[in-house]
């Protein structure tokens, strides 16, 4: 258990329509990444907050945001929902200090129909 | 920019073979690098990871990685399999420092199947 928890581990919805997932982090930890797993593009890097604010950007699709609130949870919204959104989406959290671990929760799995 | 390099999308071996995984990395800055293994629906684990500091890099069940900057490679060793080991091994790299550590760029990964 790496102590990233997210939620729901399963999702199933169909095209055009919105979801949103959550993690939380690891107790302490105030960084949060989020990350997409798909067959053909792999693992993404999707976006980062840390203690709230945004910090880097990576190949995020508009359609989709995130933020992170006071208590260091973080979502992410995903929007207009097409079929090659299908994905695992993994939660990862760290100290944000170089160096340290980042810790991957065991991942969001959207299936969109 | 960096990247991430991962030959062999699946390696085959006996049970008690050696195993080596194969990672090249392009970063131009020096880079943090790591391994994760990710067994079958779950999340990715960290094996181990290289920070500026010793070359040898030892991890978690018995596995170890030697950071070679003038072959830009980081490849995954373990002197003998297990079972166990059946997953597929992801290579990472990050930015040493700055405002985006943590933010991976991933490898295509390797599945690694042991054969009794």
């Not at chain 2, 597929?88 to 420092?97: D, P």
Request: with cysteine; net charge negative; proline share 3%.
């Amino acid at each position: 258990d790496s102590g990233v928890t997210q939620t729901p581990k399963h999702l199933i919805t169909a095209t055009g329509q919105r979801v949103t997932l959550r993690c939380s982090p690891r107790s302490g930890d105030l960084s949060v990444y989020w990350y997409q797993q798909s067959l053909d593009q792999g693992l993404q890097f999707l976006i980062q907050y840390y203690n709230g604010e945004e910090r880097a950007k990576g190949n995020i699709l508009e359609r989709f945001s995130a933020q992170q609130f006071p208590d260091l949870h973080s979502e992410l919204n995903l929007s207009s929902l097409e079929l090659g959104d299908s994905a695992l989406y993994f939660c990862a959290s760290g100290t944000g200090v170089s160096g340290n671990t980042i810790y991957f929760g065991e991942g969001s799995w959207l299936t969109v129909v | 920019a960096q990247s991430v390099t991962q030959l062999g999308g699946h390696v085959s071996v006996s049970e008690g073979a050696l195993v080596l995984l194969r990672c090249n990395y392009s970063s131009s800055v020096p880079p943090y690098l790591f391994w994760y293994v990710q067994y079958p629906n779950q999340g990715l684990q960290l094996l181990l990871k290289y920070t500026s500091a010793a070359t040898l890099v030892k991890g978690i069940n018995g596995f170890e990685a030697e950071f070679k900057k003038s072959e830009t490679s980081f490849h995954l060793t373990k002197p003998s399999a297990h079972m166990s080991d059946a997953a597929e091994y992801f290579c990472a790299v990050s930015n040493a420092g700055g405002t985006s550590y943590g933010k991976l760029t991933f490898g295509q990964g390797t599945i690694l199947t042991v054969h009794p």
